[in-house]
């Protein structure tokens, strides 16, 4: 049982980087519905997407799985025969809860669920990949070389679902857009001191594009088509087609 997110709700003397340890993983569902503008309608279209894409005796990637949201939304929706998912995460507390996830429901479609640095991670006949709010913890510098691996991993026709947190160029929209950001989270119970904690702990590990950043990397890596399905304030979700 998940539970409630007060990690930040006390005064933390020394505030560290943001991590996804054992603390995090007991209260990331909780955490990501009231942080995340949207997550739910993106998960449940992540399944969508994957039903459409999905081809048979393919491969279907899900990179930095955490607790396997997007993982079981494609199982549930996958109606091609002989695809297997392949769930990565380098956080141990993630993998190991990730497991239970996905061995509570019986299905047909089978999961592996690999403790690895997806930058490490073979990717080979792929249908569809998912970086669900994942890339943007890479530092800038390897985010263009597993975006490529990726690419060359994919069939024609493939498809890479691509969620974020964007930043913006124009100074009074990305200001705009961050405060509606804060009071979506004060909406859903977070304090001004648990908002300005967690920004403080997730900035040094967390370093966001723009949408037109991710556009041009993905349209110079190749992908034929591109673009913003979904955005609630400074989140959102593309995709990109080889």
């Known amino acids: 049982m998940a539970g409630q997110d007060n990690i930040f709700a006390a005064p933390i003397e020394k505030l560290g980087d943001f991590t996804f340890d054992q603390k995090v993983a007991e209260v990331f569902p909780d955490m990501i519905q009231r942080s995340v503008p949207g997550y739910s309608n993106i998960i449940s279209a992540i399944g969508m997407l994957a039903e459409r894409f999905a081809k048979p005796h393919s491969k279907i990637y899900d990179l930095g799985c955490s607790l396997g949201a997007a993982t079981l939304s494609m199982r549930r929706s996958i109606q091609q025969e002989g695809c297997e998912i392949i769930a990565v995460d380098n956080s141990a507390a993630m993998v190991e809860r990730c497991r239970l996830h996905i061995d509570a429901y019986r299905s047909d479609t089978p999961v592996q669920v690999i403790e690895a640095d997806i ?46 947190k964007y930043i913006f160029d124009d100074e009074q929209a990305h200001e705009l857009l961050i405060d509606l950001h804060h009071d979506f989270k004060r909406a859903n119970g977070y304090s001004e001191l648990e908002i300005s904690q967690k920004r403080s702990a997730i900035e040094n590990v967390m370093r966001p594009d723009s949408i037109d950043t991710h556009k041009k990397r ?16 400074n989140f959102g979700s593309m995709f990109a087609i080889k």
């Open 218 to 233: 993905l349209t110079e890596i190749g992908f034929s088509s591109t673009e913003v399905w979904f955005q609630c304030f």
């Open 119 to 164: 930058r490490n991670i073979d990717i080979a006949d792929a249908s569809v990949v998912v970086l669900n709010f994942t890339l943007q913890f890479l530092v800038p510098e390897d985010r263009q070389m597993l975006l490529e691996k990726i690419y060359a991993g994919l069939r024609p026709g493939g498809i890479l679902i691509l969620s974020e």
